[in-house]
C-alpha cells in the first residue's frame, strides 16, 4: 500500500488511459490534460479502458514514481466523466485501490437517533 504524505492532492484522471503510457506519457497527461503539475508532489490516478488497471504517479523530490496494480477479479470503480480530473482523499484512494466503491461506502453499523 502507499502511504500518501499529510497534505498531499491526489487527482483522478476522468476517461480511460493508454495503460502502455509509462513515466513521461503519464507526466505529459497530467501536465497537459489535466492542467496540473506534475511535480507538485501530487498523486495522480489514472485507469485502463478494462477497469481492472491503474497507475499512480507522484513525484518525491527526487524522481516520478510509478506504481500499478490489476486486479483478478471486479473493476476499479471510475466516475462516468470522460474529461478533467476528481480530487480524493486518501482514504478515498485506500479504498479505490481496493476495489471498494469509494463514492458511498457503507458503514458496519447504523447510528442510533437521539431521544
Given at each position: 500500500m502507499?502511504t500518501?504524505?499529510?497534505?498531499?492532492?491526489i487527482?483522478?484522471?476522468?476517461?480511460?488511459t493508454?495503460m502502455?503510457?509509462?513515466?513521461?506519457?503519464?507526466s505529459v497527461?497530467?501536465?497537459e490534460?489535466?492542467?496540473?503539475?506534475?511535480?507538485?508532489?501530487?498523486?495522480?490516478?489514472?485507469?485502463?479502458?478494462?477497469g481492472?488497471?491503474?497507475k499512480?504517479l507522484?513525484?518525491?523530490?527526487?524522481?516520478?514514481?510509478?506504481f500499478?496494480?490489476?486486479?483478478?477479479?471486479?473493476?476499479?470503480v471510475?466516475?462516468?466523466?470522460?474529461?478533467g480530473?476528481?480530487t480524493?482523499?486518501?482514504?478515498?484512494?485506500s479504498?479505490?485501490l481496493?476495489?471498494?466503491d469509494?463514492?458511498a461506502?457503507?458503514?458496519?453499523?447504523?447510528?442510533?437517533?437521539?431521544?
Amino acid at each position: 500500500m502507499i502511504t500518501v504524505p499529510a497534505g498531499v492532492r491526489i487527482y483522478l484522471a476522468m476517461g480511460a488511459t493508454d495503460m502502455r503510457k509509462g513515466f513521461d506519457g503519464l507526466s505529459v497527461l497530467a501536465q497537459e490534460a489535466l492542467k496540473l503539475d506534475p511535480f507538485s508532489g501530487s498523486f495522480f490516478i489514472f485507469r485502463g479502458k478494462r477497469g481492472d488497471l491503474v497507475k499512480v504517479l507522484y513525484w518525491d523530490g527526487q524522481g516520478f514514481c510509478l506504481f500499478a496494480k490489476r486486479l483478478e477479479k471486479g473493476r476499479f470503480v471510475w466516475p462516468l466523466t470522460k474529461e478533467g480530473s476528481v480530487t480524493l482523499t486518501p482514504a478515498q484512494m485506500s479504498m479505490l485501490l481496493e476495489g471498494i466503491d469509494w463514492r458511498a461506502p457503507q458503514r458496519t453499523w447504523v447510528p442510533k437517533a437521539a431521544g
